[in-house]
C-alpha cells in the first residue's frame, strides 16, 4: 500500500531550527509537496520537490532524496506564528496525491 | 491568493437527508478536487474533475457524487448523510497537473447527527 509517515507533533523554541521529517513509499513517484496549515483553516503550499537536493525559499527549506523515499522541511529563525500542522505529500505515477497525516509543531517563547 | 469560496461554511444536519456543498472558483483553473480532512488521517481525496463534466472518482468516494457543468463550479453531493461523514471538507483546484501545486477554499463543516 501507499504510505507517508510524519511525526504527529514536535516542539521548539521561538529563534530555533526545527527539521520536520517525512518517509514515503508510493506507487511511483512525481513529486513531493509541503503545506502548511494553521488550525481551522485551509492548507497553504509551501514548497514543491520533483529533484533531489535543496529547495531554499526564506526561512524554509524543503530537502528530497528519492532513493531513499525521504524529504524534511527545514524552518529557521521560528515565530510564533509558525505554530502549525505541516503536511507532506507525494505525487504517485497517477498524479494522485498522498497526504500524511501532518505534524502538528508547538512554538515555545 | 486564488479565488475560491466554498458554501455553507458550517451546515448541521440529520441522518439520511441529502447535502451539497458548493465549491466556486474564479481562477479558471481546469482541476478541481474535493477533500475531506478528519483527526488523524491525511487529506482523502473524494472525487475530482479535470474539466466540465469529467469527473473521477478518489479513495473515498462512496456515499458521495459530484457534478460539474461550468468551470467554475464543483457540487459535492451526500445523497443520504451519515454520522461517518461529519468531517471538514476542503475543495481545491489547480492550473496543471505538473507541477500542480493545489490551492485550498476555506473549508467547510458538516456535522451529521
Known amino acids: 500500500g501507499q504510505n507517508i509517515d510524519q511525526p504527529t507533533e514536535m516542539t521548539a523554541t521561538e529563534g530555533a531550527i526545527v527539521q520536520i521529517n517525512c518517509t514515503y513509499q508510493t506507487s511511483g513517484f512525481n513529486g513531493l509537496f509541503w503545506y502548511q496549515q494553521h488550525a481551522g483553516e485551509a492548507p497553504t503550499f509551501l514548497s514543491y520537490?520533483?529533484l533531489d537536493g535543496l529547495e531554499e525559499k526564506g526561512r524554509f527549506s524543503s530537502f528530497l532524496s528519492r532513493s531513499k523515499g525521504y524529504s524534511y522541511l527545514l524552518l529557521k529563525e521560528l515565530q510564533m506564528k509558525d505554530s502549525a500542522s505541516y503536511l507532506c505529500?507525494?505525487?504517485?505515477?497517477?498524479?494522485?496525491?498522498?497526504w500524511g497525516a501532518g505534524t502538528k509543531l508547538i512554538i515555545k517563547p | 491568493d486564488a479565488g475560491i469560496t466554498q458554501s455553507p461554511r458550517h451546515k448541521v444536519t440529520e441522518t439520511g437527508t441529502p447535502v451539497t456543498l458548493r465549491c466556486h472558483q474564479t481562477e479558471n483553473h481546469r482541476y478541481m478536487y474535493w477533500y475531506r480532512q478528519d483527526p488523524g488521517h491525511g487529506l482523502r481525496l473524494i472525487h475530482y474533475?479535470?474539466?466540465?463534466?469529467?469527473?473521477d472518482k478518489g479513495e473515498v468516494s462512496d456515499g458521495y457524487s459530484v457534478s460539474r457543468s461550468k468551470t467554475e463550479d464543483f457540487l459535492l453531493t451526500l445523497e443520504s448523510a451519515t454520522s461517518s461523514q461529519t468531517s471538514v471538507y476542503f475543495c481545491a483546484i489547480s492550473e496543471s497537473r505538473e507541477p500542480g501545486e493545489l490551492f485550498f477554499g476555506e473549508g467547510s463543516r458538516l456535522t451529521v447527527l
Open positions: 505529500a507525494v505525487r504517485d505515477s497517477n498524479y494522485q496525491l498522498i
Open positions: 520537490n520533483v
Open positions: 474533475s479535470y474539466g466540465v463534466k469529467d469527473t
